[in-house]
């Protein structure tokens, strides 16, 4: 029984694992689409990049709490 038990144990550990990979993944990917962008309008235009971002967030925030 307590070999069945380690198994469900690893299974359970393994997929969360998987998961927190794929969070990691995702936020990379995000970084990189961000710095390639800010690569793009240059030093000049990350800070109202930035800017237009941080709106955009708090706009979306705003819409997903209705």
Known sequence: MSNISSRVR????HTHENKK?????AISRKHQWYNQLVGHVGIHGQR???EALGKRSVVLSIQNDR
Request: hydrophobic content about 35%; overall charge positive; aromatic content about 0%.
């Open 48 to 50: 109202r990049l930035t």
């Open 21 to 25: 990979r794929e969070e990691v993944r």
């Open 10 to 13: 690893h299974i359970v550990n």
